[in-house]
């Protein structure tokens, strides 16, 4: 077992890079040294575990790649807060996902300035051209896709949030091109497959 030190940030065990699962009593989760430097600020800036929730979700998040049990238990032990007022927050926010997602989350929004503006035709493109359903990881782990409520930018609709970029005027004639272009931005190099 991983030896266990206390800070000014409760428990510290030493990272680990296994992905979030079930929780396993011989590898405990842990935040990585980086992340350990981050929370520490965090700590410094914000002296109410209310207000440190926020931005110590942020770092769980891009640390493990989406907020499972696992982490919402690391995460409520570190701000000394009840499991169950973190799940509220996190249920809460679609910016936190409670689901493995690809290194591209697509989210398309469905609100009604969008929706008059044919972000419905846009999501089914999408859906079509990846061969996914929402909450769905393509095969290659790059891309996954979901449906969320108003990103405002109402004035460009319809807009799709890719990680944490906007991407205004997303038509669904434009579908292609546009995840041609994210493609070749990953380095993927299967532009036009």
Known sequence: ?????????????????????????????AFSNAADDELRRIVEKYPDAGMRLLPTLHVAQREFGWISEEVKHLVAHRLAIPVAHLESVVSFYTMFHQRPVGRLDVQVCMSLPCALRGSGETWAAIAN???????????????????????????RAP?????????????????KSFLDSLRNQTGDGKAGA
């Not at 991983?2 to 590898?27: I, M, N, Q, W, Y």
């Not at 890719?162 to 434009?174: F, K, P, Q, W």
């Open 1 to 29: 077992m991983d030896s266990v030190t206390t800070g000014p940030l409760g428990p510290k065990h030493k990272a680990t890079s296994r992905p979030s699962g079930p929780p396993s009593p011989e590898k405990p989760l």
């Open 129 to 155: 051209a990846l061969g996914i359903a929402g909450g769905e990881i393509t095969a290659d782990g790059l891309f996954s896709i979901c449906k969320v409520e108003c990103l405002a930018q109402c004035d």
């Open 159 to 175: 807009v799709v949030q890719v990680n944490d970029e906007d991407h205004l005027d997303v038509s669904a004639d434009r579908v």
